[in-house]
């Protein structure tokens, strides 16, 4: 039996969260992994220069206070934004970005960074990568033939174990719900927390979108399985708040 490959860990504290990165095969602890990450921090970094809710300074809060036109900020921001519109329409109004009058992004721009993030890693050679965000993962491996990254999805009722186990070879991972941020997520509709449902995970293509769906759904509550079922190419799982697990999937 061939010994299972060696994997390298870096972790750093941006955008108010851990960002982990596992690494395997021919780049885990040299120059070239050490670049990579450091280039995909920096993208990090940038986004939340831009995007932070939480700083005065961001590009995101000046539009919002109207201190700076859509046109004066960076070309990102309206691609953020028109995501955010996407993620409005395709959810009957549940998902939004704007609540009361206020901006926040943070739905989208986590997802839409950390893929953005991930375009450094991918550039290293014969090297497989889980990049994580606050639970949020980008996973890659080199072949089919490789091992799958196994993704644990925590019980949000019960943090102390977890409800499955889901292999992800190339893909992204996303889990929403109050475990670990409180209530945050809203129905955009109603401005109401979702009384029903625990925590929502979507395993699709990439994470910018299933970040959103995983939003969306939760905030559709009662119907948040209905609403996933209309999403074609995800997998996932919604735990209800009384201790019920069902999972969805469509390929």
């Known amino acids: 039996m061939s010994a299972a490959p060696s994997t390298s860990?870096?972790?750093?504290?941006?955008?108010?969260?851990?960002?982990s990165l596992a690494l395997r095969g021919r780049h885990t602890d040299d120059?070239?992994?050490?670049g990579a990450w450091a280039e995909a921090m920096a993208a990090l970094h940038d986004a939340d220069r831009v995007f932070s809710?939480?700083?005065?300074?961001?590009f995101v809060s000046r539009l919002g206070r109207d201190e700076v036109s859509l046109e004066e900020c960076p070309t990102e921001v309206a691609d953020v934004l028109e995501l955010g519109e996407q993620g409005r329409q395709q959810s009957d109004g549940a998902f939004d970005v704007r609540r009361g009058g206020v901006l926040d992004p943070s739905g989208v721009v986590k997802g839409w960074a950390v893929?953005?993030?991930?375009?450094a890693l991918r550039r290293l050679d014969n090297t497989d990568f889980c990049l994580s965000a606050g639970g949020d993962m980008v996973c890659h491996?080199?072949?089919?033939?490789?091992?799958?990254?196994?993704i644990g999805i925590e019980d949000p009722l019960r943090p102390d174990r977890v409800v499955a186990r889901v292999?992800?070879?190339?893909?992204?991972?996303?889990?929403s719900g109050l475990a670990h941020r409180g209530?945050?997520?809203?129905?955009?509709?109603?401005?109401?927390?979702?009384?029903?449902?625990?925590?929502?995970?979507?395993?699709g293509d990439d994470l910018t979108w299933v970040d959103i769906e995983a939003t969306a759904a939760f905030a559709h509550g009662?119907?948040?399985?209905?609403?996933?079922?209309?999403?074609?190419g995800r997998t996932g799982v919604v735990v209800w708040v009384d201790g019920r697990v069902e999972t969805f999937g469509h390929r």
Do not use: C, K, Q
């Open 167 to 175: 292999p992800v070879w190339n893909g992204a991972v996303a889990t």
């Open 115 to 119: 893929d953005r993030a991930a375009l």
């Open 222 to 232: 009662p119907d948040a399985l209905r609403w996933l079922e209309t999403r074609r």
């Open 183 to 203: 209530e945050h997520v809203v129905d955009a509709r109603s401005g109401e927390v979702p009384g029903s449902v625990a925590s929502v995970t979507v395993v």
């Open 31 to 34: 120059a070239d992994a050490r």
């Open 141 to 150: 491996t080199e072949t089919a033939a490789a091992a799958p990254w196994w």
């Open 9 to 19: 860990r870096f972790v750093e504290h941006v955008m108010g969260m851990p960002i």
């Open 53 to 58: 809710p939480y700083r005065e300074d961001s």
